[in-house]
């Protein structure tokens, strides 16, 4: 009997055993699939992430092309508009430079004359010498008035009407002061001007007048000769013209060949 109690407990153990052992591996069956449930679930949920981003990425790139291209078109018709604007007139434009005065320009001269007697060696500050860049200044700038004079503003209309004269009209000895433009030191002489009318005449002291117009400016004999001449013809629209120029030159006396008898 003993035996037979023996033999039940052990089955009984064993079949217990067997059954925690199934119940332990199904268990362990069932934590693994669902980690494996979880793994696979946060595996979708990153990828489904991943592509969200490229999706916004992708949305801002195609954004950003966007703006830029409308950037260049913006910049483009700007310029189309600037382009079609008409330029303000200088006249009333707010930011017009203002006009040079003479005293401005003095005062430039002047400190650039200062810097020319140092460079030769001078001391513009010693009492000889305070007030010689301005007075140079205001000299050099007497020396070339011509170039804000033209011929009409020396003749002031005195152009008259004479079909009965026919002989040539002849001013002689006219003292000529100019600047050679090469060195900018000067040349003196006298001009003679002759003409013959054609139907109108012009003041005699006009002819002095013009010939002072161009002698006012940097210049070479040769041109200033030809300028009187096309000034006259210009002005009276003569049968014929003379101009006869002759003068002496610093820049072959007190330089260069030193001749002081040359004339041209």
């Known amino acids: 009997m003993e035996e037979e109690v023996a033999s039940v407990s052990s089955s009984t153990v064993a079949a217990v055993?067997?059954?925690s052992s199934s119940s332990d591996d199904s268990s362990r069956s069932s934590t693994e699939k669902a980690r494996g449930k979880t793994r696979s679930a946060a595996t979708k949920k990153e990828r489904k992430e991943k592509r969200r981003r490229e999706r916004r990425e992708r949305k801002e790139r195609k954004r950003r092309k966007r703006a830029g291209g409308d950037d260049v078109a913006s910049s483009a018709a700007?310029?189309?508009?600037?382009?079609?604007?008409p330029a303000a007139s200088p006249a009333v434009a707010e930011s017009s430079p203002r006009a040079e005065t003479e005293e401005d320009k003095v005062a430039k001269m002047a400190s650039a004359c200062r810097t020319i007697l140092q460079c030769i060696?001078?001391?513009p500050d010693r009492e000889g010498l305070l007030k010689t860049p301005e007075r140079w200044a205001k000299a050099l700038l007497f020396f070339t008035k011509g170039y804000a004079q033209?011929?009409?503003?020396?003749?002031?209309g005195a152009v008259?009407?004479?079909?009965?004269?026919?002989e040539m009209v002849v001013v002689r000895n006219i003292d000529i002061h100019s600047l050679c433009e090469h060195h900018m030191v000067p040349f003196t002489g006298r001009v003679h001007i002759g003409y013959i009318p054609n139907g109108q005449i012009v003041?005699?002291?006009?002819?002095a007048r013009i010939a002072e117009v161009y002698a006012r400016r940097l210049q070479v004999q040769e041109r200033l000769t030809s300028q009187i001449a096309d000034a006259i013809v210009e002005a009276i629209q003569p049968l014929g013209v003379a101009v006869v120029m002759e003068c002496s030159h610093m820049c072959m006396v007190m330089r260069g060949v030193q001749k002081n008898s040359a004339s041209t």
């Open 17 to 19: 055993s067997s059954v």
């Open 78 to 85: 700007d310029g189309k508009e600037k382009e079609k604007r």
């Open 121 to 123: 060696g001078e001391d």
């Open 150 to 156: 033209t011929c009409a503003d020396v003749t002031n």
């Open 160 to 166: 008259f009407t004479e079909d009965a004269h026919k």
């Open 203 to 207: 003041g005699l002291s006009k002819l």
